[in-house]
């Protein structure tokens, strides 16, 4: 009964929301109804990311999230991206903004959430600690390999700064690329959680692969009829540019690690929530950023690698108090609440910009 309870909601909520936006519904009924259906495409992804963690580990599953979650930003952006190339250069600054929001959004809120929620029902949780250090140096090439280009750029003319951007861009693509041969390749055994053997998959390994792809398209559709809400709204409200770039979309995006690592974090997997929110932030900022850099390359005209100030604050803020939190290898609800404020901190002076 709880099974077709959900599922029904699942489906009602994603065919209410597509007739809204294909049929022009009122924009505040498309932004409820998106919002909705979000909700629920997250929560599905997160129950067949937990099936699938059962076959192939902790690491391996939070990879999959992640990288599953972060399509539906992905193409999020490369729509904003077009629409930047050919006419609006102004949404360049929103989709280096989102870029932010997601990093500070996945290591701030989804990990703070995950070890609040984890630490309430189980005291203290442990994780591998020698996979958190080797991603906490990952994060802090993430932060060099963003300040970098702000600081040079006063000494850059703008042509020779989309040749900086371009091959930063190239050279992360390949460090992220390496760092997934050492940590999936040859060092996985000393990266990985031991498995957990306790209660049972929820669907057999191919149902559990199949429905981890449609419920990435269904987050994917929603995700785009939501964000195409998010400007008039925005208006209305009087929201800045800034701030719905790095939050309000970043979140929409993030619904599915959300989901994903609390769901995980309570069944006491805070291995797999760790590896959803710090991987997802790293492919973030080291493949999913550099992609959109050489995709505009040959769109013809070069998205700089250049953030606000901002926003490297911002990003260089979460790095440096979830770096203090994860490198010890457990976890417990009161750090949970430090990560937590921190992005409340952020949100707040990111809605007075």
Not at 99 to 104: A, N, P, V
Request: overall charge negative.
């Amino acid at each position: 009964m709880k099974k077709t309870w959900f599922y029904g909601l699942l489906a009602a909520s994603f065919i209410l929301s597509g007739a809204a936006h294909y049929m022009a519904w009122p924009v505040l009924a498309q932004f409820l109804l998106a919002c909705l259906a979000v909700l629920f495409a997250a929560g599905f992804l997160g129950k067949a990311t937990e099936s699938v963690a059962h076959y192939a580990g902790e690491r391996i599953g939070g990879f999959l999230n992640g990288t599953f979650g972060n399509a539906a930003e992905l193409i999020i952006a490369l729509i904003l991206l077009n629409q930047a190339v050919h006419g609006s250069p102004r949404l360049f600054e929103m989709i280096k903004a989102s870029l932010t929001g997601s990093i500070i959004g996945n290591l701030l809120l989804v990990l703070g959430l995950s070890a609040l929620a984890g630490g309430i029902k189980f005291k203290t949780q442990r994780y591998n600690i020698q996979a958190a250090n080797h991603s906490a140096s990952l994060m802090s090439l993430a932060v060099i390999a963003l300040f970098i280009p702000a600081i040079f750029q006063q000494g850059l003319p703008a042509r020779d700064m989309g040749t900086f951007s371009l091959v930063v861009g190239i050279v992360l693509i390949i460090a992220y690329i390496l760092w997934l041969i050492f940590s999936m390749i040859t060092h996985k055994n000393e990266l990985s959680d031991e498995a957990i053997e306790e209660g049972e998959a929820l669907w057999p390994k191919g149902r559990s692969v199949l429905y981890l792809v449609i419920a990435t398209v269904m987050v994917a559709f929603v995700s785009e009829w939501l964000v195409g809400t998010l400007e008039p709204i925005a208006h209305q409200l009087g929201l800045s540019e800034l701030f719905i770039g790095a939050f309000v979309v970043a979140i929409v995006g993030n619904a599915a690690e959300h989901s994903a690592a609390v769901m995980l974090a309570l069944k006491n997997r805070i291995g797999a929530s760790v590896e959803i929110a710090v991987g997802s932030s790293l492919q973030i900022a080291l493949f999913v950023a550099p992609v959109l850099v050489i995709v505009s390359f040959f769109m013809g005209h070069t998205m700089d690698f250049v953030f606000s100030i901002f926003e490297l604050a911002a990003i260089a803020v979460a790095v440096v108090i979830t770096k203090s939190i994860i490198t010890d290898g457990l976890t417990n609800w009161y750090e949970g609440v430090l990560l937590v404020t921190v992005y409340v901190i952020l949100g707040v002076a990111f809605y007075l910009v």
